[in-house]
């Protein structure tokens, strides 16, 4: 049997020091784990609140840092980090994965490093985080965490869509464009899909998120980076891909990314 989790640690992570332990705790019970202790309410109803913050928060700091940006480009900042990938890194930058409370299956399976398992816990943190502190307390982790993040973005928003700089990549080495396999899970209202990208016969790139297009340009960014030299989509021949076919942000992506904190 797993340990608890040091929850104090995970505090100095987050910058947040819980009056309710019992919140944060909460927030780290995945399904699984209920299902085998039974009792205790998983973590889905803090993460449900801790979408809808981390929308709020992030789009306040689009309005407020971006004041260069149009309503497109500020959207399609919004999009570049709430989405499962980007919220995943942030979660194992913060350790989160060794908190989760897990079912012993999907701990052998690997869930503590799973994007979606990941994202979702951290929704549920800030969810926790919210209740705990208030409006101020979820405004200030996201602004610790995002910040940098989003300036980041800002400076490659012409070059998001990665199925298009990954294509220009290849296309001088194969005859076939990548080929992209997908799948998806869950219920109509809540359905995940799962992207994976194969060049020339290698699985090169896994993605996924809340729609098909959104799970495709996350497997196409893995896939980019792991076979550019410098995994900078800004540099290298892409035949400025400023065209945006197949553009991530799509309004026609039937995913409303902007509480997609998982894809």
């Not at 995970?10 to 009056?19: A, D, K, N, P």
């Not at 332990?21 to 995945?30: S, Y």
């Not at 910040?147 to 001088?172: C, E, I």
């Amino acid at each position: 049997m797993r340990p608890d989790p040091d929850l104090t640690e995970l505090g100095r992570h987050l910058g947040y020091e819980f009056r309710d332990p019992g919140l944060l705790r909460r927030a780290l019970a995945h399904r699984s784990w209920c299902a085998e202790v039974g009792g205790p309410p998983s973590n889905e109803r803090l993460e449900f609140l801790g979408d809808a913050v981390l929308g709020w928060v992030v789009a306040d700091l689009a309005y407020r840092v971006h004041g260069d940006l149009a309503e497109g480009k500020l959207t399609d900042l919004r999009k570049s980090v709430v989405n499962a990938s980007a919220l995943a890194e942030v979660a194992l930058e913060i350790r989160l994965g060794d908190c989760i409370l897990l079912g012993k299956g999907e701990d052998a399976a690997g869930g503590r490093s799973k994007p979606s398992i990941l994202s979702d816990a951290f929704e549920a943190v800030l969810g926790a985080v919210y209740l705990d502190g208030g409006p101020p307390a979820a405004f200030g982790l996201v602004e610790r965490l995002f910040t940098d993040r989003m300036a980041t973005a800002a400076l490659r928003l012409d070059r998001l869509d990665y199925k298009t700089v990954l294509q220009a990549l290849t296309a001088p080495l194969h005859d076939t464009a990548p080929v992209y396999v997908l799948s998806d899970s869950g219920p109509d209202h809540d359905k995940r899909f799962f992207a994976t990208v194969i060049v020339a016969g290698q699985s090169v790139g896994y993605g996924e998120g809340r729609s098909k297009k959104t799970a495709e340009q996350a497997a196409a960014e893995q896939a980019w980076v792991s076979l550019s030299d410098d995994g900078d989509p800004n540099d290298g021949d892409s035949n400025d891909s400023d065209s945006n076919d197949g553009d991530p942000n799509d309004s026609n992506s039937n995913d409303s990314d902007s509480n997609d904190g998982r894809g």
